[in-house]
Each structure stands twice: as C-alpha cells, then as structure tokens.
Antibody, heavy 127, light 110 residues
C-alpha cells in the first residue's frame, strides 16, 4: 500500500523560505506525477504544482515566481520550496500523486486526478 | 486561474439525495471530461470520490455519482448517511495544463 510521508518546518517568519519534503513508500515512483496542494485555514484547496520522476515540472501561474518543486529519485522523495513567504502562505500543505499518461499501441490513457494524498503539514508564517 | 465555484454549504436528511454543483468555464470544466471530486473530513487528507466526471474509484459507494453539463459539474449523493457529513471539493484539469479546485462545500446531514 502506497504511503506519502511528509515533513518540514512548521513555523516561519515573513520573507523566509518554506521547505517541505514528501517521501513515497511503496508503489512505482516513475509512473506518477508528484503534486503539492495547500489549504489555508478555513479555505479551499489550491494546487501548487507537480513534478515527474525525470524532473519535468508544472506550476500554478499565481505561485510560479516563488515556487520550486524538485525530485530525488534515489530516495523516492520530492520537495517544495516557496520563497519570500508571507502570512498568506499560512496553510496545510499536502503532497499527492497523479498517475502519468500511458501510451499504448491502440490508445492512450490519461489520469487527471490525485488518488493518494499525504496527511498534510501545517505551516504558519508569523512574525 | 480562478477557483471553481461551489455552494458554501448544502444539507439534507438521512435517506435523501443532495447535489453539489461546481461551475467553471470552457477552459476547465466545460473543456475537458477531467472533473474529480474529493471528500475531506476535519483534520484529514482529501479522499478521491469521483474522477473523469462520473467514474468511481474502487471502494467508493455507488451512492456517489457525478455528471456534467456545459461548464457545470455536479456531485450527487443518494441515500444520505451521517458518515457523508464532510467537506467536498471539485477539481478540473485546465487548458493551461494546470489544475484548479473549487472553494469547497460543507455537507451537513440533519
């Protein structure tokens, strides 16, 4: 059974860099895109971005200038960094997986949903 | 990208059916059959309930169903049970090759 275990600093000051890591236990690492999603207190989910095992990334345009997602395939881990944080970055941050497309002789399969999620890490930005 | 629009809250009595709407645009919900729905209980991670508009993952009750008409997707829960009380979020793939979520709907079982 696949498990996503995440960790990182929970309390930051404005202008610091948020740094979180998510480790994947079980299942294939290369067959998926690895995502970060956040949820501010009392608000909805916001997609941050994703990365493939080869390092190909895709980001939310509203966060792209401050966000970097990286991958360490030797450890089956991927990480999130958000620069210059403010109080607006206070949220529960979740990692999640999305299956990569499958190309076959007869048809291609696409997967546009997150089927396994990490439990979430609370990050608070406060002076 | 703008968040998809969901009602803030819906409610229903046990045994009844409820429907949660999710409105986007032709660049997301209306343009692709890639709408998914997630259930989230307090302090827990979201759980996938519906994908590709109307498909259920293994293990999800057939009381949950999804549909789409134009730029609006819907999640219907039939035979409402107390355990269905949770927050529900829709999500869609977009023309920018990104994902967008709805603001969430709190379901109360009366």
């Amino acid at each position: 059974q696949v498990q996503l275990q995440q960790w990182g600093a929970g309390l930051l000051k404005p202008s610091e860099t948020l740094s979180l890591t998510c480790a994947v236990y079980g299942g294939s690492f290369s067959a998926y895109y690895w995502n970060w999603i956040r949820q501010p207190p009392g608000k909805g989910l916001e997609w941050i971005g994703e990365i493939s095992h080869s390092g190909s990334t895709n980001y939310n345009p509203s966060l792209k200038s401050r966000v970097t997602i990286s991958v360490d395939t030797s450890k089956n881990q991927f990480s999130l960094k958000v620069n210059s944080v403010t109080a607006a970055d206070t949220a529960v941050y979740h990692c999640a997986r999305r299956r990569r497309e499958e190309v076959t002789t007869f048809r291609n399969f696409f997967y546009y949903y997150m089927d396994v999620w990490g439990k979430g890490t609370t990050v608070t930005v406060s002076s | 990208q703008s968040a998809l629009t969901q009602p803030a809250s819906v409610s229903g009595s046990p045994g009844q059916s409820i429907t949660i709407s999710c409105t986007g645009s032709s660049s997301d919900v209306g343009g692709y059959n890639y709408v998914s729905w997630y259930q989230q209980n307090p302090g827990k991670a979201p759980k996938l309930m519906i994908y590709d508009v109307n498909k259920r993952p293994s293990g999800v009750s057939n009381r949950f169903s999804g549909s789409k008409a134009g730029n609006t997707a819907s999640l219907t829960i039939s035979g409402l049970q107390a355990e269905d009380e949770a927050d529900y979020y829709c999500s869609s793939y977009t023309s920018s090759t990104t994902f967008v979520f709805g603001g969430g709907t709190k379901l109360t079982v009366l």
